[in-house]
């Protein structure tokens, strides 16, 4: 059974910081690399950072420094902490495997300036 859920999604003001959840069944966490990715109205769905099982993480650099991955092997999550949020970052976040397999419904971020 293949299964993706994210969360944690809302709207926020420009500055601010958002942490997003995505639990996943055991067939898609266990033993994988778990990557987030971001759709916005003008770019398809882009990579935006990964993390090992080891829990050593990777960063497009338009994210380094203000996003942060980390993982809960017992509880096959996922997360992603966002902090100085700017417009530009609004979009759907989804979370999948790296190199991405199976999608989930994605969480929507808002953030207005």
């Known amino acids: 059974q293949v299964r993706l859920v994210e969360s944690g999604g809302d709207s926020v003001q420009a500055g601010g910081s958002l942490r997003l959840s995505c639990v996943a069944s055991v067939s898609m966490f266990s033993g994988k690399t778990m990557g987030w990715y971001r759709q916005t109205p003008r770019i398809e769905r882009e990579w935006l950072g990964a993390i090992t099982t080891d829990g050593s993480a990777d960063y497009r650099d338009s994210v380094k420094g203000r996003f942060t991955i980390s993982r809960d092997n017992a509880k096959n999550t996922v997360y992603l902490q966002m902090t100085n949020l700017q417009p530009e970052d609004t979009g759907v976040y989804y979370c999948?495997?790296?190199?991405?397999?199976?999608w989930g419904q994605g969480t929507q971020v808002t953030v207005s300036s």
């Open positions: 999948s495997t790296d190199p991405s397999t199976y």
